[in-house]
């Protein structure tokens, strides 16, 4: 991929950051180890589903950043310490989720982090369970809340796609494309409008970027978030990476064409002059709240 993304952004501005998917590094790796040169390892972990079903842990094309060359790390170094996870050296900010971990409990959280669960938690549909994901965010937000830094973190849980399985309603068609691959409003459109379709920075026409697609979950688990709040602003998935850039980079966006420069804002699911909602822990086997908490 050419361009910009956001963590070369972050790393503009020396904000600490890291990728963190579930399977990244080699079974029993701890953080902090020098990297290791069995490379046939890395990634050949593996864990059963809740139906029993072997599933290896790492699905590479889940892992944006290894997409652009300024963020990968091919080789899934490890970090060169535990104090260095979240800066730069030979791990290029690409984690497995234990080195999250391991600098969340060292009191080096960085200050910007993604953590995709390992794909027998992540929740999707052929090799995942509700109740997989389920047990993995329970488990991941208590462990969190029981952290110094809670009073000062933020959870953006999102999904990745819908699938249409479970929504009656088709998303507004924001940008509009005119292709033969295009079908969603008629034969060779995804609307009819040419005015629609987006431009690109040297206002050149850009078509097959259709969107937004079908509407999935957003919810922000915050000391900070409103309680019993369902916010209706308009956003996408990039609004997160506005939020990033809004918090930390003074509102610098990456460009290129990139939906943060439009998309709506998460502010609203936010606020911070109220006390500080109390901590509530559930159980990962059944989502109730757990009693004494």
């Known amino acids: 991929m050419g361009g ?3 963590g070369d952004l972050l790393n503009e501005q020396h904000v600490t ?19 290791t040169d069995d490379l046939e390892k890395v990634c ?5 589903n809740v139906a ?20 990968a790390n091919p080789q899934h170094l490890p970090p060169t310490s535990t104090a260095m996870i979240g800066r730069q050296d030979q791990a290029n900010h690409q ?46 937000i208590n462990r969190l809340e029981k952290l110094p830094t809670w009073s000062s973190t933020a959870v953006i ?16 068609i ?48 915050s000391p900070y978030s409103k309680s019993n709040s369902v916010d209706d602003t308009f956003t996408t998935q990039t609004s997160i990476v506005k939020f990033i ?16 420069a439009t998309t709506g804002t998460l502010n609203h699911m936010f606020d911070f002059h109220q006390r500080q909602a109390r901590r509530l822990f559930l159980d990962p086997e059944t989502g109730e709240p757990l009693s004494g908490h």
Not at 66 to 71: D, V
Not at 104 to 126: R, W
Request: aromatic share 12%.
């Open 245 to 260: 850039e809004d918090n930390w980079l003074d509102g610098k966006r990456v460009g290129g064409g990139s939906a943060d």
């Open 95 to 140: 984690y497995d989720v234990r080195d999250f971990w391991a600098a969340a409990e060292a009191g080096n959280m960085p200050a910007v982090s993604y953590v995709k669960a390992p794909a027998y938690e992540d929740g999707h549909a052929g090799y995942s369970d509700p109740l997989d994901e389920q047990r993995y965010l329970a488990e991941f």
């Open 17 to 35: 950051w890291g990728w963190f998917q579930g399977g990244f590094a080699s079974p029993g790796y701890s953080s902090g180890k020098p990297a």
């Open 44 to 48: 050949s972990e593996t864990h059963e």
């Open 4 to 6: 910009k993304n956001i």
């Open 174 to 221: 924001v940008s509009q494309s005119q292709t033969a691959l295009d079908a969603l409003t008629g034969s060779g459109e995804c609307g009819s409008n040419p005015l629609r379709v987006p431009l690109s920075e040297e206002g050149a026409p850009e078509q097959g970027r259709c969107g937004v697609g079908p509407r999935i979950p957003l919810l922000v688990v």
């Open 157 to 172: 849980i999102n999904w990745d796609d819908s699938d249409g399985w479970y929504d009656h309603q088709i998303g507004p």
């Open 52 to 71: 029993g079903e072997e599933v290896n842990d790492y699905i590479p094309h889940h892992e944006p950043f290894e997409y652009y060359p300024s963020t």
